[in-house]
């Protein structure tokens, strides 16, 4: 069985401070790996993924990815947080079958004036 | 033009009524999901239909039942609403159900049974 732990529900940094929010997974096959962002009222937005090419994985507005296999995850950072990067990201898996997705609890990211 | 549409985006109804969501995707992807996020923001896969066939049916009671008329279209028909029915509910789509698809998601419905 796959699983997706993403600690802390809550993160909150300063504008301009570097973002970190921390992903692991558990998988019994090589991981397919997502991240993806929620605004407010919003669907959610595919910001980066893994599919065992590279393992640092560069996503949409600034983000970035590296996948660890000895540590089993998945972190996505940023170098400097905007205020528009205020939302709640997920990180998730792909299942071995039906490609569906299997979604971490959710991180919602604070950007402080 | 919206590539993964749902109507409506807002439902408030009573226990015991019976609704039903509508999903379109414009992107000519074979397969289409439903998620529903709970009141914790926890997203949970419901079905998954792969160019109108049935592939995913977790463990969702049968009081849900989806309908894809063409692999453009995937509804959710919810009979005698619950009050844990309360929920958003995503529609997304995908190329085809292999892993390492990109899945695109719907902005959602709400539903609020009371």
């Known amino acids: 069985a796959q699983s997706v732990t993403q600690l802390g529900s809550h993160v909150s940094v300063s504008e301009g401070a570097l973002v970190l929010l921390r992903c692991n997974y558990s998988?019994?096959?090589?991981?397919?790996l997502f991240w993806y962002v929620q605004y407010p009222n919003q669907g959610l937005q595919l910001l980066l993924k893994?599919?065992?090419?590279?393992?640092l994985v560069k996503g949409i507005n600034g983000f970035e990815a590296e996948f660890k296999k000895s540590e089993t995850s998945f972190h996505l950072t940023k170098p400097s947080a905007h205020m528009s990067d205020a939302a709640e990201y997920f990180c998730?898996?792909?299942?071995?079958?039906?490609?569906?997705?299997?979604f971490g609890q959710g991180t919602e990211l604070s950007v402080k004036p | 033009d919206t590539a993964v549409s749902q109507t409506p985006k807002y439902l408030v109804t009573q226990m015991g009524n019976d609704k039903s969501i509508k999903c379109e995707q414009n992107?000519?992807?074979?397969?289409m999901y439903w998620y529903k996020q709970d009141s914790k923001k926890f997203l949970k896969i419901m079905f998954s239909?792969?160019?109108?066939?049935?592939?995913i049916n977790e463990t969702v009671p049968n009081r849900f039942s989806p309908k894809s008329p063409d692999k453009a279209h995937l509804n959710l028909h919810i009979n005698s609403l619950e009050l844990g029915d309360s929920a958003v509910y995503f529609c997304?789509?995908?190329?085809?159900?292999?892993?390492?698809?990109?899945?695109?998601f719907g902005p959602g419905t709400r539903l609020l049974v009371l």
């Open positions: 992107l000519g992807h074979d397969t």
């Open positions: 998988s019994s096959v090589p991981p397919y």
């Open positions: 997304a789509s995908s190329q085809d159900h292999r892993v390492w698809g990109t899945q695109y």
């Open positions: 893994y599919t065992s090419a590279a393992t």
């Open positions: 239909y792969n160019n109108k066939e049935l592939i």
């Open positions: 998730a898996v792909s299942a071995a079958q039906g490609g569906k997705l299997i």
